[in-house]
């Protein structure tokens, strides 16, 4: 293994393969370090395979790097886009259904392709900034290896290499609840009496053989006919620590078998079986970091356009009620456009290092928005170019030119604010 590298990224879920990709295609010696087996993170091992939004009230918002991976792994799965243009759906009908096999097959060869070096089940166990370089030591199945970086970009999702540095980062005491993607088969839904079953499922509640969160306050109707996929809600999780993590996977699995015992004493259901399952416990919320500006409610919903914003989010905001009581979506306004700007992704206190995804400094309510998977590659890849550019002048990410950066993201097919114009809806006559 190389012992030193331009950039280091440490992650390689929806904000770290753009980021890697990026930074090794404008020359950086660059290293992914992945703790999985597999490229994707939420939408391959967490089984979200539902990536977007890409596009806003008919308009393309997102694309670069995630974008072209996305949608090769469509062709080559030989699935189909959605109707972009039919903006008035609900949003869940505008994400793009992706094959996660296929997918992770995509990235891998996205991330190689590009010339970066690709490490997984490995993670980062140490990282300190030495006032020149950093200083990483990563954990292998073949021991400890020490390395150093001109950069860092942390996608880790948790904010993990911010905290080893030492830098802080923080928690909210309500966090909003994970989800086991499932999916459920063997039973015909028209041959199930529904009402009982929800009687059943009433009933088991008040007993304590089933938790309320458990079908994410889903009646039982709904629940089955989505076959049980993106509808199960894991309360009390945090995914900050490797402790956090087993205890929410062991959370996540116990859940899933409550569920799968109920559902087999139904009449009807007795056949029921788990066609498919993740093996991570998705995390929607854990650790954020202290940046130097901090995304709002307010500034999300408003569509402010930051001075310094280098991508576009879309996305309603779509707070899991921590106590898993339901969820609270609240679709943005017409023609509402969210940026996101690079000072939500630079840590107070750190010298060339970058965060991308969900860990960016933001409230609970905006952070439900942009944490989803087409905003977290757009972060990636502008973090790709602000590691890459950042090593080769010898700056600090603050102090790069923010039109060095928007030219390097337009060069390699990423949308920018400011490039979208949303026209006005046409006035409705009346009679």
């Known amino acids: 293994m190389t012992t030193y590298y331009d950039v280091v990224v440490a992650g390689g879920g929806t904000a770290g393969g753009p980021a890697a990709t990026q930074a090794a295609r404008l020359g950086a010696r660059t290293l ?32 670069g790097i995630g974008w072209e991976a996305v949608t090769r792994s469509v062709r080559e799965a030989g699935l189909r886009l959605p109707d972009f243009t039919q903006w008035e759906q609900p949003h869940h009908r505008l994400q793009v259904r992706v094959s996660p096999a296929v997918l992770a097959a995509v990235l891998d060869d996205t991330v190689v392709g590009s010339g970066a ?54 928690t909210r005491p309500r966090r909003q609840p ?61 995914g900050g620590t490797s402790r956090d993590k087993t205890a929410a996977e062991v959370a996540g699995r116990r859940t899933l078998l409550r569920i799968l015992r109920f559902l087999r004493r139904q009449p009807g259901l007795e056949r029921v079986v788990i066609e498919s399952w993740a093996i991570e416990t998705g995390i929607r919320e854990s650790w954020t970091i202290d940046g ?8 999300y919903a408003g569509g402010r356009a930051w001075p310094d914003a280098l991508s576009y989010s879309f996305y309603p905001i779509d707070v899991h009620r921590p106590d898993g009581d339901g969820i609270d979506i609240r679709p943005l306004a017409y023609g509402t456009l969210p940026t996101i ?19 960016i400094s933001g409230d609970q309510e905006a952070s439900s928005a942009y944490r989803v998977q087409a905003s977290s590659m757009a972060m990636g890849q502008s973090a790709g170019v602000m590691a890459a550019r950042a090593v080769g002048r010898g700056d600090d990410v603050l102090d790069l030119p923010l039109d060095l950066i928007r030219d390097d993201l337009r060069a390699h097919g990423a949308i920018l604010p400011g490039d979208v114009v949303v026209p006005p809806l046409p006035i409705k006559e009346t009679s």
């Open 32 to 63: 992914l370090v992945e703790k999985n087996g597999a490229l994707g993170g939420t939408t391959t091992v967490a089984g979200v395979s539902l990536p977007g939004l890409f596009h806003a009230w008919g308009r393309q918002v997102i694309a």
């Open 117 to 170: 070096e690709l490490l997984l089940h490995a993670i980062v166990a140490e990282a300190a900034w030495d006032g020149a370089e950093w200083r990483l030591t990563l954990a292998t199945k073949d021991g400890l290896h020490r390395i150093r970086a001109g950069a860092v970009v942390d996608c880790t999702g948790d904010a993990d290499v911010v905290a080893l540095a030492g830098l802080p980062r923080s």
């Open 178 to 238: 994970g989800t086991i993607m499932v999916r459920l088969g063997g039973y015909d839904l028209a041959a199930i009496d529904v009402d009982a079953v929800q009687a059943a499922h009433d009933d088991a509640v008040r007993r304590g053989d089933l938790l309320p969160a458990d079908l994410a306050h889903n009646p039982v109707a709904k629940f089955l006919r989505v076959r049980g996929e993106n509808a199960i809600h894991v309360t009390g999780v945090q």
């Open 292 to 299: 130097h500006a901090t995304i709002t409610l307010d500034d």
């Open 341 to 359: 700007p690079r000072a939500a992704m630079i840590p107070r206190g750190s010298s060339r290092l970058v965060v991308a995804g969900r860990a």
